[in-house]
């Protein structure tokens, strides 16, 4: 079992900045895949951000060149770094982990963090 743990969430004005965190807990591999989920009122749920173990990223187009991922393997811990920020980035930002076993890996999934972009 792995526990994740989100945190830095909050209310900031368009142009401001917030950096989410999110570590993990528990039965966790050396080998995993961390990112970032987030779901606006109405929409699906997408991809922000993802950091392999190797340090390789993939970023959804709407964020590239904004926000960036980071993990220390040392802490177990992701985080997401968001930069000019625009109203449409509202949403309930989601941290996932991923490992490779079983059939088809196991995800885990964080409780959810509340980023609001308001003037």
């Known amino acids: 079992q792995v526990q994740l743990v989100e945190s830095g969430g909050g209310l900031v004005q368009p142009g401001g900045s917030l950096r989410l965190s999110c570590a993990a807990s528990g039965r966790i591999s050396s080998i995993y895949t961390m990112g970032w989920y987030r779901q606006a009122p109405g929409k699906q749920r997408e991809l922000v951000a993802a950091?392999?173990?190797?340090?390789?990223?993939n970023y959804a187009d709407s964020v590239k060149g904004r926000f960036t991922i980071s993990r220390d393997n040392a802490k177990n811990t992701v985080y997401l770094q968001m930069n000019s920020l625009k109203p449409e980035d509202t949403a309930v930002y989601y941290c996932n982990f991923y490992k490779p076993g079983g059939l088809g890996g196991y995800s885990y999934w964080g409780q959810g963090t509340q980023v609001t972009v308001s003037s």
């Open positions: 950091i392999t173990s190797g340090g390789s990223t």
